[in-house]
């Protein structure tokens, strides 16, 4: 992937108490009506972003885990491109397993949006990992992802560090989705757990909420902002739950807190098996 560069530095609001946001699985589609089992993904994604605008008008960051379109067409891209212009704050995002990287080149082109960039913002580090293998459900981190990681760590050790990638570096209790999580997770749990510095792994790809802990780290999943999957299954079910997204408020002593907000306006009753045309 080529549109990699440096570090990203944000300038944020109050940069002791910077606010970063997480979107994840807007599955879009090229058609703006297009519905994924049952569900409008353009309209979902863009009720969600309008609840964000109203609630955080001072975000410094949006970082977008992945699936960002269902179809891996450059138009799914565009919209996400255009949606996000109404926000006041830069977005990084990374691909999931639905996405193509060339299409997301060729349909993120305003330059709101920046592809697998980490960023600097107040005291801390935000590194976004690229765990896509084409055509796979699962996903890996390559030598050379692990090494960017490596050295972002490196190069900012004095700054408390939130990794996010789309897949699940850890099991969550859910037999189907536990088959398509992060493989070969150790690589990068060993290089997460020598660094004190870093304070929370999260992810997208889950369609639902996880919160658990590794020794000092929090291991985190947001709900996404379509059809949501219930916990604790052994094949795929679709939730009730509203969509949404987690929030991030990161303090300069390298503490924060972090929640997750429920969208009514963005749910839509959802079926399985429906066409996504
Ligand atoms: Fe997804």
Redesign the pocket.
Known sequence: MSNRADVLSVEAGDPTRVTVIQI??S?LLQDANGVVLGVPTREALRQVLSSIRQDYPHLDLIIHT??IAEDAHPDSYRHLDVLVRELSAPVVCIP???DDRKAMSDGLVSGTVHINRSARVGNWLIVALDTLVPNAEYGRLSDLELRRLAADLSSHTARPVLVFLHHPPVRIGSEWMDTMGLRDAQRLLDTVDARAQVRALAW??N?QVFDGRRGGMRLLAAP?TCFQFTPGCRQMELDELAPGYRVFTLYQDGEFDTKVVRVPDAWFPAHPGSAQQ
């Open positions: 994840t699985d599955h992945g699936d999931g397993n639905h997208g790809h369609h996404a």
